[in-house]
């Protein structure tokens, strides 16, 4: 069964530092997608990608994060200056259509 | 606003119990709903899904029912089994929206 992977698992980076999340959606997807979790929270929608350009960005996705799809099967997420709240779960996702979202197992970040 | 809430943070069942879990949502333009499970350390996973359209929608086991009178949506688990044992969330769309907003979420916990 298709699925969307995310490297690294865990990722323990240095306030300041700059992380970049990595995912491969699933291949006949055109919708991308990044979401957040703190630990014991909801899950926080990011940033939704399609036709190589952001559709939708949230509060939280500011200057510091970035998108890109450098080829035509990596999605990554890139955090400029990571700072301590940025710690959490950060899922990727991939949708055929507009609706709806199959989601990656997720990188914790921790940023110490 | 866009908002989407769970009615209970935690719900216990006996094992071989039917579930229900609730979901009540205040976006009255949203026009699909997903219900999505995570276990432990995992993303979520897509469970079932519903149109504004519809008001019943059945899968293996799940049925999701959607009153749009009263913004309500449930997640109904038959027969409830030891790898039920999770977080459910709710999940909407907003039409013409290329994100989802995430309720709360509830732990069902299976009793044996």
């Known amino acids: 069964e298709p699925e969307v992977t995310q490297t690294p698992s865990h990722q323990v980076t240095q306030m300041g530092q700059e992380v970049i999340l990595r995912c491969v959606p699933i291949?006949?997807?055109?919708?991308f997608y990044w979401y957040r979790q703190i630990l014991g929270q909801k899950v926080e929608f990011l940033v939704s990608?399609?036709?190589?350009?952001?559709?939708?960005k949230s509060e939280i996705f500011d200057d510091q994060f970035s998108v890109e799809r450098p080829d035509g099967s990596n999605f990554t997420l890139k955090i400029r200056s990571t700072k301590l709240e940025d710690s959490a779960m950060y899922f990727c996702?991939?949708?055929?259509?507009?609706?709806?979202?199959?989601f990656g197992q997720g990188t914790r970040l921790t940023v110490v | 606003g866009e908002s989407v809430g769970l009615h209970l943070p935690t719900l216990s069942v006996q094992e071989g119990d039917n579930s229900i879990i609730n979901c009540a949502y205040s976006?009255?333009?949203?026009?699909?709903f997903i219900w999505y499970k995570q276990e432990s350390g995992k993303g979520p996973q897509f469970i079932i899904d519903?149109?504004?359209?519809?008001d019943k929608r059945q899968g293996q086991r799940v049925t999701v029912l959607l009153n749009k009178t009263v913004k309500h949506l449930s997640l109904q688990i038959a027969a409830t089994q030891p790898g039920d044992s999770a977080v459910y969330f709710c999940?909407?769309?907003?039409?013409?929206?290329?994100?989802?907003?995430f309720g709360q979420g509830t732990r069902l916990t299976i009793n044996p």
């Open positions: 291949s006949n997807h055109l919708y």
């Open positions: 996702a991939s949708s055929a259509t507009r609706r709806g979202a199959f």
């Open positions: 999940a909407e769309n907003i039409e013409g929206a290329q994100k989802l907003v």
């Open positions: 519903i149109r504004s359209n519809m």
């Open positions: 976006n009255s333009a949203s026009d699909y």
């Open positions: 990608f399609y036709n190589n350009e952001i559709s939708e």
